[in-house]
């Protein structure tokens, strides 16, 4: 027999996992019922929506590696890990011309920023890079001429004036489509607008007999690492990476070219940004897919379990039985649950809560020969943990780092009369904050549920419920309970 130190159950990363272990990922890969893939088009949808751990990343690298086998060339860039802590201070210069004084508030900083050229610019070299790579030169490609220096920064060759230093070869080039640099260049440089607007001439010209998807990853920020500015900025560039890919997927679309720019978003950060533009709706509504992995009160399986299912089968290097390996119930006190309602209650229905319970018992119990309520019971304690953890980083989107303290101080039962019980047990009044709006958050991220104790009825958000209501009683979540010292409560 094998012990759980020797199975594989997949990374809390489903690029790393992609990367890693391409078979495991492949194999153990489930479609969420609320995604139609087919959609994310050009002329479609370009924006997938999700919590953080619903499998944004795994959609977009299955959807890649399926595209490949047809024949397109495909690119992810990541925005949280590709910039580094030096790319937000070279991007923060080319926006010099902001007058501070005439602006009096976060809003109205957010409003004055501009970073599409800068983006636009950014992705042309990205496409260019790929094309390099597989072995396909043209003059789109030399125009760029994109820099593949392991050490160089994103945003070199932007001047703080917003212009690009032109080299000797781009003169003959741009003249190949009928427009003369010396008549717009300026002490050497051209300006960032112009130069997009030749490589737009020049990627229709000749690129359009190429297929290619180009996917934009991790647009995230938190307030728990950052200042108030930083946010701010942060939250401009993610704004403008959407308006550039919805600017483009129209332009490649308008001329008949397979170029399609798909991005994933999580909901906290697309509602910040509808916060502070009142015109993002021209971009953002109508233009989404949702990824959700809608778990319903029922005992019917749902796919989360099939998840479950299919990372224990193949976690080892031959297929295992799960029914043999993994226990079909579990007890607390007087009370059993099988399998389907203990993902129910105890996760959040998303793919990584899966991983990350499976991690956590193979970290508690690696010597283990098969995962039974012990093994599970066991690991509870490190899976509350990483859950409330990764609960605290979304609420990070909106609110600062005060926010877990009160939280893991306050809260001492798993249910409370009504949202003001809550909201006075936690004791975050003194943080100026919107009581409506935190509770309605916590709700949204699952991190509290809406209960009725006459009929024995619960309610969240990740089940399809959409808000609490008046009546409804606060019932903290039971993945929680273990972090929270309330289990036994």
């Not at 690298?61 to 937000?88: A, I, P, V």
């Not at 010209?205 to 991790?218: A, G, L, N, P, T």
């Not at 942060?234 to 550039?244: E, L, N, Q």
């Amino acid at each position: 027999m094998t012990t759980l130190s020797e199975h594989y159950f997949g990374e809390l990363e489903a690029f790393d996992e992609a990367k890693l272990n391409e078979v495991f990922f492949d194999k153990t890969f489930v479609v969420p019922s609320s995604l139609s893939m087919d959609s994310l088009r050009n002329n479609r949808k370009f924006i997938i929506v999700g919590r953080k751990g619903a499998g944004k990343t795994a959609v977009q690298m299955r959807l890649s590696e399926q595209l490949r086998n047809k024949g397109y060339f495909t690119h992810s860039f990541r925005f949280f890990y590709d910039l580094r802590s030096d790319d937000y201070a070279e991007i923060s210069k080319t926006q010099s011309e902001i007058s501070y004084s005439n602006v009096t508030n976060q809003r109205s900083i957010f409003l004055h920023y501009d970073f599409r050229d800068i983006w636009e610019r950014v992705f042309f070299q990205k496409i260019a890079n790929t094309l390099i790579d597989n072995g396909h030169n043209n003059l789109f490609t030399s125009f760029v001429e994109p820099k593949n220096s392991f050490f160089s920064n994103i945003f070199d060759g932007i001047s703080r004036s917003l212009t690009v230093k032109l080299l000797p070869q781009m003169g003959p080039i741009a003249a190949e489509i009928g427009i003369d640099l010396s008549k717009i260049e300026r002490s050497g440089e051209i300006s960032l607008k112009s130069f997009n607007k030749i490589c737009r001439s020049l990627f229709a010209k000749h690129c359009v007999q190429f297929q290619f998807y180009f996917f934009v990853d991790e647009l995230v920020f938190s307030r728990l690492d950052a200042k108030e500015d930083e946010i701010t900025l942060r939250a401009a560039m993610v704004r403008d990476i959407i308006r550039t890919i919805w600017e483009l997927n129209a332009f490649s679309y308008s001329e008949r070219m397979e170029f399609h720019f798909i991005c994933s978003i999580r909901p906290e950060v697309r509602n910040l940004i509808n916060d502070l533009d009142s015109e993002s709706g021209k971009y953002l509504d109508g233009k989404d897919v949702e990824l959700n992995w809608i778990m319903k009160s029922s005992n019917e399986r749902s796919l989360i379990h099939d998840v479950l299912i299919k990372k224990v089968e193949y976690s080892y290097l031959k297929p295992i039985s799960f029914h043999k390996f993994f226990t079909k119930t579990i007890s607390f006190g007087s009370k059993t649950y099988n399998i389907e309602q203990f993902l129910r209650d105890n996760t959040w229905g998303r793919p990584r809560d899966v991983v990350r319970l499976l991690i956590a018992i193979q970290k508690k119990s690696p010597n283990a020969e098969r995962i039974s309520e012990d093994e599970i019971k066991a690991a509870l304690d490190e899976y509350s943990r990483m859950s409330l953890k990764e609960l605290v980083d979304e609420l990070g989107v909106t609110f600062g780092h005060q926010i877990i303290d009160a939280i893991k101080s306050g809260v001492r039962r798993k249910t409370y009369k009504d949202a003001d019980s809550f909201w006075k047990a936690i004791n975050i009044g003194k943080l100026n904050l919107n009581k409506d709006r935190f509770i309605k958050e916590l709700f949204n991220l699952g991190l509290i549920g809406g209960y009725i104790p006459e009929s024995g009825s619960y309610y969240w958000a990740h089940r399809g419920e959409t808000y609490l209501k008046p009546d409804h009683h606060i019932f903290v979540h039971a993945g929680l309970w273990n972090e929270l010292s309330i289990r036994s409560s």
